[in-house]
């Protein structure tokens, strides 16, 4: 008799993200999180002054993104932020609780873009909400169990269609404007006011949401092909193209429709888009709808890897870390998220669900930027192929987000 077959060994995650698919990616669950839900809020808090609540949260968010691209060139690992953590303070329990609240975020910016997704689907179909949220929930989860190469080819078709929906409203509106580089001044006039001022803080926190996307990067590490050179390009990449494109959308808008009537728009792109072509806004809703659940696909990823991930490392049940064998996905993560972001999305409005995340992802940034400069402080030798930043910039990163954090609480 022979001896009896090992086991086959246990499925693990496909490397299989190139750069373009991987800036795509970071594109996608920006861009679809942002501009796209939310410019109408932030309009309506701060005005004319909304661009500059979109460079505040860019500003805030360059040293973290230059952080996150240091530790995932040093740490390509699903989870990053938690094994981040782990490796500046050397503490298993606040990894545990770093990885629990970016499971949060994921889930709570998917729900939130879940309910604008349903606003602009109401566009094309006159249903209740609810029946709109559970139907894109349930279709995007099982679109993201099916395998990650589908998921992000997937996510990449859809992001090309809405950066083109955006500068479709870019060109237009600036071949229709009087003068838009004549009246970017506006953007300043009267800034100085307290007014001013607190409606740009409140409207930054919105803003930041918008950014909400590049450390999801970090979670697909373990998906991604030459990690140590290709994610921190791909985090630059996604925050240099998202700050132009909402910068520009956003004034556009706001030269195109009275901030107030902006604002109150359940469909805000769709609303400028018929303003500044004259016909009428189904194509760019529908892009809007591309946009939105493509926006769900990829933060579903992003947050059923960190359960996978913090799995993997005894963080949480066993059973979450399981791959399936044809799928090469965690189902069973998958799956947990799906269900999270359901409940969450039929109980929360908007606005709510996208500042809780907002100040929580403030939060997570904080200890990721403070466990970078441990890290630097215990002097740990680099590898040749590894970025690396200087001290300073995770030292702005962690005061940045603390700023920007105490603001949005007073404002």
Request: aromatic share 6%; charged share 10%.
């Amino acid at each position: 008799m022979s001896a009896a077959a090992p086991h086959a060994a246990a499925p693990t995650l496909a490397r299989t993200l190139n750069l373009p698919l991987a800036v795509l990616f970071g594109l996608g669950v920006t861009i679809g999180a942002g501009i796209y839900v939310l410019l109408g809020a932030a309009a309506g808090r701060a005005g004319m002054h909304a661009p500059l609540a979109f460079v505040l949260a860019a500003v805030v968010m360059a040293p973290t993104a230059a952080s996150f691209a240091e530790f995932a060139s040093r740490m390509p690992v699903s989870a990053g932020e938690a094994a981040y953590v782990k490796a500046g303070f050397g503490s298993t329990r606040l990894a545990g609780l770093i990885g629990l609240m970016v499971i949060a975020v994921s889930v709570v910016s998917a729900a939130t873009v879940a309910r604008g997704s349903a606003g602009y689907i109401r566009e094309f179909l006159d249903l209740p909400a609810a029946i709109l949220i559970v139907t894109v929930v349930i279709a995007m989860g099982l679109i993201t169990a099916w395998g990650i190469l589908q998921s992000v080819m997937l996510t990449a078709v859809m992001t090309l269609t809405e950066i083109g929906g955006l500068l479709l409203i870019i060109v237009a509106g600036a071949a229709k404007s009087d003068a838009p580089l004549a009246r970017l001044p506006e953007i300043a006039t009267g800034g100085g006011s307290v007014t001013a001022l607190s409606g740009v803080l409140a409207a930054s926190l919105l803003a930041f949401f918008a950014y909400i996307g590049f450390e999801g990067l970090a979670n697909i590490a373990q998906e991604v092909r030459q990690p140590h050179t290709t994610l921190p390009r791909a985090i630059f990449l996604t925050l240099a193209i998202s700050t132009l494109l909402y910068i520009m959308v956003a004034w556009i808008a706001l030269i195109s429709v009275p901030h107030a009537e902006l604002g109150a728009a359940h469909a805000p792109l769709s609303l400028v888009f018929e303003r500044v072509t004259g016909i009428a806004p189904a194509a760019i809703t529908a892009i809007a709808i591309v946009a939105t659940v493509n926006g769900i696909i990829a933060m579903m990823v992003t947050g059923s890897r960190v359960i996978y991930g913090m799995a993997d490392r005894k963080l949480l049940p066993a059973v979450l870390a399981r791959i399936h064998p044809r799928t090469r996905t965690p189902v069973a993560a998958t799956a947990l998220v799906a269900g999270m972001v359901l409940v969450l999305a039929l109980l929360f409005p908007l606005q709510g669900l996208a500042e809780a995340s907002s100040r929580l992802t403030l939060v997570i940034f904080a200890f990721v930027n403070a466990a970078l400069v441990q890290f630097k402080r215990r002097g740990h030798v680099t590898t040749t192929d590894a970025f690396t930043v200087p001290m300073g910039v995770p030292i702005a990163g962690c005061i940045l987000c603390l700023l920007l954090l105490a603001g949005s609480l007073l404002a």
